[in-house]
């Protein structure tokens, strides 16, 4: 069986944790592994991720594409390191914060961090990110569980379903583009393709909706929707352990 200590450490981790040093190959030319990781992520914000390469990294920075090799040994180390550096750090756990306010303040500001980086969420995860960063989340979601009689196994359950369901919002959020569409009026179009006898339901349902679509951000709304509903599940999940 193997031991943590036999266990190969992927460069990107090794960085990401202190335990490689970049650039410690060839003489010091004033660039970090801070610079090339943040300006990665100014081309990614401003032109998506596809924009970003060792070379347009080393344009931008004015050094030649070889000098950033001596900090990031690849493009797909450096993808693997903007994974972790991207989602920054949690919220400030809270001791004595029900664990629902907790997992709520929680989903909300993962939410928000990955809705100021969009392309995080065209990074590939072969693996479990494994990064300082996302070890903090796991850290922070679990805390806030740990007033509560579910064991921890289950707690981690909880804690990665509930990091997927905020993915999955940001995802179709990111997917759907409400300045981009027609200028039609929705429901006049809608009026004039739905037939009543066909779709009673539907006509009914949009027939009593209470939103002025020009008042209220959607995405927002359908994610604190969908998460309150979650949390109401998890809660009464969360009951069943201390009866």
């Not at 494994?130 to 740990?146: H, I, S």
Request: hydrophobic fraction near 40%; glycine fraction near 8%; avoid cysteine.
């Amino acid at each position: 069986m193997a031991t943590p200590g036999d266990a190969a450490i992927p460069k990107s981790l090794a960085l990401l944790w202190g335990l490689d040093a970049a650039g410690e190959r060839g003489p010091k030319r004033g660039l970090s592994l801070d610079q090339i990781l943040d300006t990665a992520i100014g081309i990614a914000d401003a032109e998506g991720l596809a924009a970003v390469s060792m070379g347009r990294i080393a344009k931008e920075l004015g050094f030649t594409a070889m000098s950033l090799y001596r900090y990031v040994d690849s493009k797909k180390t450096l993808f693997e390191m903007l994974l972790d550096r991207v989602i920054g750090l949690p919220p400030e756990t809270v001791p004595g914060r029900p664990w629902r306010d907790g997992l709520r303040r929680w989903a909300q500001a993962e939410y928000e961090s990955i809705e100021r980086h969009r392309w995080w969420l065209d990074l590939t995860m072969n693996d479990p990110p494994m990064g300082p960063n996302n070890m903090a989340w796991l850290e922070a979601g679990l805390a806030a569980l740990d007033g509560t009689a579910v064991p921890p196994p289950i707690r981690m359950q909880l804690v990665m379903n509930l990091t997927f369901y905020v993915m999955g919002r940001a995802r179709v959020g990111r997917s759907i583009n409400p300045d981009e569409g027609e200028d039609e009026d929705y429901d006049a179009v809608l009026a004039r393709l739905i037939d009543p006898q066909r779709f009673p339901h539907v006509v009914a349902t949009f027939a009593q909706w209470p939103y002025d679509e020009d008042e209220i951000d959607w995405q927002q709304l359908d994610f604190t929707f969908g998460l309150e509903r979650m949390l109401d599940g998890y809660e009464s999940f969360i009951r069943s352990f201390e009866t």
